[in-house]
């Protein structure tokens, strides 16, 4: 069974079941979600307006910009109280560079009540495997030699390296692989999820998530741009220092509904 067919079955179920509650609550019709992703580093807020510019400084004391800023989020999934799970096959493609999809609403309705609220950091295994025309349209392919499939991210900028000279960097990840070539093996997945914790859903709800770009360079890994700064897709090493260190990037902030 697909996912998309297993949520749908999962959507109906749940609001069959509220309706046939006595209560007013359980009565009323499944709600829209809004997903917002608002980033900063160490709390200083960060848009495209900030990019280009050297002004803020990483875990290891190096000056750097940021430059491109784009990554996937997937499989938005609520998980009730009960254990029942509404899982959305979607993917949507956050582009702080062109200030495009930092907000989006999903098409799925969701039944009133508490739920535990994830979502995959990239695109997990099966995912990876699909074609998606307007990822290709954004070439953010990955090369065939290195797995095939698509970035979980790209972030690029400009550090200033130990000479103090201004270098670039192309923090992208990927899933991890060795082998190059015709038979790339796979050590870890490094996609992720990202739970965001539970969450009461009365009414129609906008969602903010938290992205604090500083924590891919610091925690648990201190991330050394001057040794770990391009040709990182082939390094499986360093896409399993990203995957560490991604699990400390988002949180949850402010509902409104």
């Known amino acids: 069974m697909s996912k998309k067919i297993f949520a749908l079955i999962v959507i109906i179920t749940l609001s069959f079941n509220s309706c046939s509650e006595d209560n007013d609550d359980n009565l009323k019709p499944p709600v829209s979600t809004t997903f917002t992703f608002n980033h900063n580093w160490d709390g200083t807020l960060v848009t495209n307006a900030s990019f280009n510019t050297v002004q803020y400084t990483n ?120 082998n190059p070539g015709m038979n790339p093996t796979f050590p870890q997945d490094t996609f992720f999820t990202v739970n965001l914790g539970e969450i009461e859903i009365i009414n129609d709800i906008e969602i903010e998530v938290k992205v604090n770009l500083a924590e891919w360079f610091k925690n648990p890994n201190l991330w050394d741009l001057n040794a770990l700064n391009q040709m990182l897709m082939p390094n499986s090493t360093a896409q399993i220092m990203m995957y560490d260190n991604g699990q400390s990037v988002f949180s949850l902030g402010d509902i409104s509904q």
């Open 59 to 178: 875990a290891n004391g190096e000056l750097l910009s940021i430059e491109r800023l784009r990554y996937i989020i997937s499989d938005i999934t609520f998980t009730s109280s009960s254990n029942e799970v509404i899982e959305l096959d979607i993917y949507n493609l956050v582009d702080v560079t062109n200030n495009t999809n930092l907000s989006f609403t999903t098409e799925a309705q969701i039944p009133l009540g508490n739920y535990t609220v994830s979502f995959t950091f990239g695109l997990d295994n099966e995912d990876n495997i699909e074609n998606y025309l307007d990822l290709n349209s954004e070439s953010f392919n990955v090369p065939d030699m290195l797995g095939g499939g698509y970035h979980y991210m790209q972030f690029d900028g400009k550090f200033t390296n130990s000479n103090a000279q201004e270098q670039g960097f192309n923090y992208h990840a990927i899933r991890a692989v060795d």
